[in-house]
């Protein structure tokens, strides 16, 4: 006797019940981690990410945002701006001009965050570490460098756009954009007469 039972099921069907599996999956794996969704690999649920609303930025590479009342601070991948609020340093040349391009770029607005698998999830200051796109499809870390307010920093690991950063950051030193310009970071000279 033949224990097991054919089941003819239509290939909608099937694509039904595998959409509903995965978002129990997402449901259960977000009520284990607390309802913190931004900090595994099931972050990434469409293809553009996730979506948050940035509610302040730090400075050139670190912003602030909300995500389902949840707020965190995120540091860019793959970037580095001048200095504008470490507490041992001082501001540092272009830092200004890097934190208001983002802060017109980005604040208050909403966009779309990525992780990368090669980065780890979060900084050793807690910070999420992520790439940051408009609804429009502009990559804001790329951006930053390949406008002279950033440059390209690989902290540990390569990175998934390591190559293309570098590709903007050369085009950038060799256009003498942004902090790159002749005279972006010439010391200011008062006149007197």
Request: charged content about 25%.
């Amino acid at each position: 006797m033949n224990k097991f039972v054919k089941v003819r099921i239509s290939k909608g069907s099937l694509l039904f019940l595998i959409g509903l599996v995965m978002s129990a999956l997402i449901a259960l794996e977000s009520l284990i981690s607390g309802g913190n969704v931004l900090s595994t690999e099931a972050e990434v649920i469409e293809e553009k990410g996730v979506r948050v609303q940035v509610v302040d930025v730090v400075d050139g590479d670190t912003v602030r945002i909300v995500h389902n009342t949840s707020k965190k601070v995120v540091r860019l991948i793959g970037i580095d701006s001048p200095e504008t609020v470490h507490p041992q340093k001082k501001v540092e040349c272009f830092g200004k001009e890097a934190s208001d391009k983002l802060l017109e770029l980005i604040d208050d607005r909403w966009v779309y965050i990525h992780a990368d698998n090669s980065q780890g999830d979060v900084d050793r200051y807690g910070r999420l570490l992520r790439y940051i796109f408009l609804e429009n499809g502009t990559h804001i870390n790329e951006h930053m460098i390949s406008e002279g307010y950033a440059v390209e920093y690989t902290y540990d690991e390569p990175y998934m756009y390591q190559s293309s950063f570098k590709k903007a950051q050369k085009n950038a030193q060799d256009s003498k954009k942004g902090l790159w310009a002749d005279n972006a970071c010439a010391p200011s000279v008062d006149v007197v007469l």
